[in-house]
């Protein structure tokens, strides 16, 4: 088993930047693709961005591409999610996921585990 645990989420401007953290326990997630989800009110689940086991391979939803970035540190077991530029529409609760499989994918189906969620709001 696997337990994920979001930090770093909050209320911030627009242009505002954040530093999301997912921290693994449990078991190590170094042979785990990763992503990052999140769902706004009234809203489904939509993919963010991902990283695959050895951090080689990334991808980015096109809302997010060249704002945010994806990284992870295996030693440390923590996946994080540097956004930048941020604009009212990022506001939703973030969601960190770990994929059985040494790559990541764009939908929630494909994922294992699951965090808890972090609140994201970026006032205009």
């Known amino acids: 088993q696997v337990q994920l645990a979001e930090s770093g989420g909050g209320l911030v401007q627009t242009g505002d930047s954040l530093r999301l953290s997912c921290a693994a326990s449990g078991r190590t997630i170094s042979s785990y693709a990763m992503g990052w989800f999140r769902q706004a009110p009234g809203k489904e689940r939509e993919f963010v961005t991902g990283i695959s086991w050895n951090g080689k391979s990334v991808g980015y939803a096109d809302s997010v591409k060249g704002r945010f970035t994806i990284s992870r540190d295996n030693a440390k077991n923590t996946v994080y999610l540097q956004m930048n530029s941020l604009k009212p529409e990022d506001t939703a609760v973030y969601y960190c996921?770990?994929?059985?499989?040494?790559?990541?994918?764009?939908?929630?189906?494909?994922?294992?585990?699951w965090g808890q969620g972090t609140q994201v709001t970026v006032s205009s």
């Open positions: 996921a770990a994929r059985g499989d040494s790559s990541y994918y764009v939908r929630a189906s494909g994922y294992d585990y």
